[in-house]
């Protein structure tokens, strides 16, 4: 059985995550101000929509009614997938906006505080990833090109960050999930997993630890909410939102990246990230996971 460290350092800069996540399968980010900001915003409006509901359980089943819609197979708005947590889903194109017209939205509610937070956060995370993935096609294929006699190395083309343009290049609608996890009994609140999409990010709480994550290079899991939780002692802010976020290595990863099989070896954290959200959590905790995809199918690495 793995054992479970606190966590590696936090990375101050999208270079120095890639490195990271090249070899771990994750990697730890503190974002910009404006990113952080909107996450704080999005964490708010979510926290006081399924806190409502959380509260009010007798209502649950009219307001899974209200606001929960199916379009193409895919889930959007207010679901409870299991008895330990609630979750509301959104989807995103590349530029930002609702993928479907039908998108639910508790506007009657919040007045509008989700749709406007959510669709401003999935910009900029979007935006963060998309770059995060050009620098990481930037560092395997720097490595792949040298010593290679057998064919000339070619200068790629760099893909700029537009708002038409997306690095993973066919990207498919990218779900924004706020997950509220809220048993705090010995049950499993998210088993072991890994996740579709080709970059996933999550946010990280300031006041419970609760994400695990397991590491292709050392074995062990890991916590990453064990930092942010710390550094909120030595902060004024008490939003339960850190500007620490976790990008994960998803199972669409290899396949987008478009590396050699042998160049997995060199670079095992390119590989799916395993992770689990932990037994006992202290309090309820309130997760954001942006997750962005391509429409190439999953290649099951884990």
């Known amino acids: 059985m793995a054992s479970t460290k ?17 070899q771990h399968s994750f990697a730890i980010l ?21 806190s409502s509901i959380h509260k009010c359980p007798h209502d649950e089943t009219r307001i ?20 330990h947590k609630l979750l509301f889903r959104a989807l995103f194109t590349q530029e930002g906006k609702p ?6 939205w508790p506007c009657d509610i919040d007045g509008g505080a989700l749709k406007s937070s959510s669709t401003k956060l999935a910009t900029n995370l979007h935006h963060l990833l998309d770059i995060f993935f050009d620098k990481l096609k930037e560092e395997t294929r720097v490595d792949c090109t040298q010593g290679v006699s057998e064919r000339p190395a070619r200068k790629r083309k760099r893909i700029e ?16 999930d706020y997950f509220l996890y809220h048993d705090r009994n ?31 290079l050392d074995g062990c899991w890991h916590c990453p909410e064990a930092i942010s939780t710390q550094e909120s002692l030595y902060q004024e802010n ?32 390119l590989k799916a990230c395993v992770h689990r959200v932990r037994r006992r959590l202290s309090m309820a905790r309130l ?16």
Request: one cysteine or more; aromatic letters at 4%.
């Open 6 to 22: 606190t966590c590696i350092n936090p990375c101050e800069s999208i270079q120095a995550a890639c490195q990271q996540l090249l």
């Open 30 to 50: 503190r974002v910009e101000p404006e990113t952080s900001d909107s996450l704080n915003a999005a964490w708010t409006a979510s926290r006081d929509f399924l």
């Open 64 to 83: 899974i009614q209200k606001y929960r819609r199916v379009e193409n197979n895919s889930l959007l708005g207010f679901n409870r997938p299991s008895p």
């Open 99 to 104: 993928d479907v017209l039908s998108q639910p």
């Open 161 to 176: 960050n537009t708002q038409n343009v997306s690095a993973v290049g066919d990207s498919a609608p990218c779900p924004l």
């Open 186 to 216: 010995d049950v499993e609140n998210c088993s072991e997993h890994v996740d579709r999409g080709v970059l996933i990010c999550i946010s990280l709480s300031r006041s419970v630890a609760g994400l695990e994550v397991l590491s292709r």
């Open 238 to 269: 008490d939003s339960g939102c850190s500007d620490l976020i976790c990008i994960l290595s998803g199972d669409q990863l290899i396949n987008s990246i478009g590396i050699r099989d042998e160049k997995i070896i060199q670079y095992p954290g």
């Open 287 to 302: 997760s954001i996971t942006y997750e962005l995809r391509s429409s190439m199918p999953m290649k099951n690495t884990c």
